[in-house]
Nanobody, 124 residues
């Protein structure tokens, strides 16, 4: 069974940085892409970034480019999200996700495995 466990969230002041981690287990980690999402209070869950199986290709939603960096360590079965210059509007629960199979897409939540999320709160 695939398990994703996020960590690294917390309270940070505006302008600060955080590195989120997601530990994966239950299948061959290096065979699947990984992604990070977030959900702010009262808003829909939104995609932040994705990374290919060996990390050679990344994709960022336009609004997330420049401050967020996704990377992975296949030896540790982990994916990370480095967040810089944090703003109060970045306050959200952050989730990592991975496709269930070949027909999965990042825009079909039911086609992904999800972690439980980690809370990030940015104070002004």
């Amino acid at each position: 069974q695939v398990q994703l466990v996020e960590s690294g969230g917390g309270l940070v002041q505006a302008g600060g940085s955080l590195r989120l981690s997601c530990a994966a287990s239950g299948r061959t980690f290096s065979s699947y892409g990984m992604g990070w999402f977030r959900q702010a209070p009262g808003k829909e869950r939104e995609l932040i970034a994705t990374i290919s199986v060996f990390g050679g290709s990344t994709y960022y939603v336009d609004s997330m480019k420049g401050r967020f960096t996704i990377f992975r360590d296949n030896a540790k079965n982990a994916v990370y999200l480095l967040m810089n210059s944090l703003k109060p509007e970045d306050t959200a629960v952050y989730y990592c996700a991975t496709p269930k199979g070949g027909s999965s897409t990042w825009y079909m939540p039911d086609s992904l495995y999800w972690g439980q999320g980690t809370q990030v709160t940015v104070s002004s």
